[in-house]
């Protein structure tokens, strides 16, 4: 006997008008998931205009707490102080919350989610789930099939952010500062330190004075250690800000308890969930920002063994995402594709 199909849910989304948001309303059209209607959520400042949902306008609606009444699945993506407010409120109502902020990420009875990699824990049915941050999520999709396959024993990583992760004021400092540059002037940065164009920087997050590494490097180092299910995992990395406006890339050493041969890994790449092996060593064709902008899979590529890792059990990779979708939007439409099959299966 056929299971039974539930009805196309109502989906609300928090935070519909800045680029996340945005990003989701693309990532349900694009892979086409069922909704049967759509409420798009944001401040007051925002009420009243109307965007576009597979053709057809929707206006924009004042965040409340009556908001979710008759919701069955809630994106949050308008920061964690209005995640913590607003979603056990969500929750109360009946709907499922899909977090994209950093409120619960680290809480123990909220399961941090890439469905490449520890999908399987969305079976405990839980009512809250959070989305990881970017490079998490875009590390990890990456890391899943070898990390079914052998045991990763370190990691160590520099990246390269785009100005998305920072949303649509970032994204247009960069701008405004390209062209700035380009015309010989004067430029004050406004919501960066440093000025962005032509240019590169330490990842503009707070800097612990413990350990020198700043609030996004202890968030890769934390959520990966979570989805990996390796609360232990050595994690070195070094985040970057680079003036490219989307997709993330990451220079990745991986260090396995064994001799791993390169082919083996390009084998267990090639063809998995979620990833496009872009390793043409003839053309130096490697993975690239330019052509993972809008794409929903993650790039991987530059695999190689480490020569300076006489052992032969370090290989190295270069990985890049676009950090809207798969480092934010895409993967939280992908834990709701997740929670329907559940439900139909």
């Not at 530059?302 to 934010?328: C, H, W, Y």
């Amino acid at each position: 006997m056929n299971a039974q199909i539930p009805p196309a849910p109502v989906v609300a989304i928090v935070g519909a008008t800045g680029v996340v948001g945005l990003a989701l309303i693309h990532s349900l059209e694009q892979r086409n998931f069922p909704v049967g209607s759509l409420r798009l959520l944001a401040s007051a400042r925002s009420a009243g205009r109307n965007m576009s949902f597979r053709g057809q306008p929707i206006p924009v609606h004042t965040l409340n707490e009556d908001s979710f009444d008759g919701v069955d699945i809630a994106f949050f993506s308008a920061g964690a102080t209005i995640s913590r407010k607003f979603a056990p409120i969500a929750v109360t109502a009946g709907a499922q919350v899909i977090d994209n902020s950093s409120a619960f990420r680290m809480q123990d009875d909220v399961p941090l989610i890439v469905p490449e990699a520890n999908g399987a824990d969305l079976d405990a049915a839980p009512r809250i789930i959070a989305n990881p941050n970017c490079i998490a999520a875009i590390l990890t999709t990456a890391l899943a099939p070898l990390h079914q396959r052998w045991s990763i024993t370190r990691l160590s990583m520099s990246t390269y952010q785009a100005a998305s992760g920072g949303g649509a004021e970032m994204m247009e400092e960069l701008r405004a500062s390209t062209r700035a540059q380009l015309d010989g002037e004067e430029f004050e940065p406004k919501v960066l330190p440093h000025s962005y164009a032509f240019n590169v920087f330490s990842h503009n997050s707070d800097i612990d004075p413990d350990t020198g590494y700043n609030g996004e490097e202890l968030k890769v180092i934390a959520e990966t250690r979570r989805i990996l299910a390796q609360p232990q995992l050595p994690i070195s990395v070094t985040c970057i800000r680079v003036p490219i406006l989307r997709a993330h890339g990451i220079a990745l050493s991986i260090r396995f308890d064994e001799h791993v041969n390169t082919d083996s890994i390009r084998h267990a790449l090639e063809g998995a969930p979620g990833i496009r092996l872009v390793d043409d060593r003839t053309a130096n064709h490697f993975p690239m920002p330019s052509e993972a902008s809008g794409e929903q899979d993650v790039l991987v590529g530059r695999i190689r063994d480490d020569l300076g890792d006489p052992s032969g059990r370090t290989v190295t990779m270069f990985i890049v995402g676009d950090q809207l979708l798969k480092g934010a939007a895409q993967n939280a439409v992908q834990i709701a594709e997740c929670l329907r099959a559940r439900a139909v299966a």
